[in-house]
């Protein structure tokens, strides 16, 4: 079970349900891949607004360490990872068999909706065991990037104030940020999930009046 804190207190955002039966691990914590579409983690992390908790999901393909699919939302329901989901399946479209998604053993990523998404696409499963955020590791590290380079950097507004600054860093994250694993270079832009330049910068104009 994973737990961020508020304020000196525990905010718990993996919630597991021992009635619900779960896959098996196949990721083994080995967060690499050969391709893309290989392999998909997930994960959501919360932002305290001034209007109450919002939740933000993120889709990442493990290839190139690219977010694929994300969701901001105020209520914390499965809708709003599926959202996620369907972003990833919209932009990456993946046709090859043999795509695994991993998540932690959240009720939304348990959840018969859910599974039953996962299963029309053709994706298998993975699941990591409770209460060790090691079997999610990359999702959790790209949550705290997130939460260090954005959230913690002032306080925030509204739900809408969050997406647009989340909307931007993911831009950023995807397509200028410096990768380690490929000597410090940039990622390079793929047309299938980079943001159209005017989209980017509404987003900013409007961010700026928000904050």
Avoid at 13 to 21: F, G, L, N, R, Y
Avoid at 70 to 85: E, G, H, I, P, Y
Wanted: one cysteine or more.
């Amino acid at each position: 079970m994973s737990s961020e804190t508020v304020r000196g207190k525990p905010v718990k955002t993996t919630v597991s349900d021992k009635a619900v039966p779960c896959p098996q691990d196949r990721a083994n914590r080995q967060f690499h891949a050969d391709r893309p579409n290989a392999l998909w983690v997930s994960d959501f992390t919360y932002v305290s607004t001034w209007q109450g908790f919002v939740y933000v999901a993120f889709v990442i393909d493990v290839f190139a360490r690219h977010i694929v699919g994300w969701k901001a939302s105020r209520s914390a329901r499965t809708d709003f990872v599926l959202d996620a989901l369907e972003q990833a399946l919209s932009a990456r479209r993946p046709t090859q068999h043999g795509l695994i998604h991993h998540s932690d053993r959240g009720v939304q990523y348990v959840s018969i909706r859910y599974s039953e998404r996962l299963k029309e696409a053709g994706i298998e499963p993975s699941v990591g065991s409770v209460g060790d955020s090691y079997d999610n590791a990359l999702a959790e590290t790209i949550n705290g990037l997130y939460k260090a380079e954005v959230i913690h950097r002032q306080s925030w507004k509204s739900c809408e104030a969050v997406e647009l600054a989340t909307l931007i860093w993911v831009d950023w994250f995807n397509h200028r940020r410096l990768l380690g694993p490929i000597g410090r270079l940039p990622k390079p832009r793929r047309r299938d999930s980079h943001p159209r330049a005017s989209e980017i910068t509404g987003a900013v104009q409007s961010l700026r009046r928000l904050l």
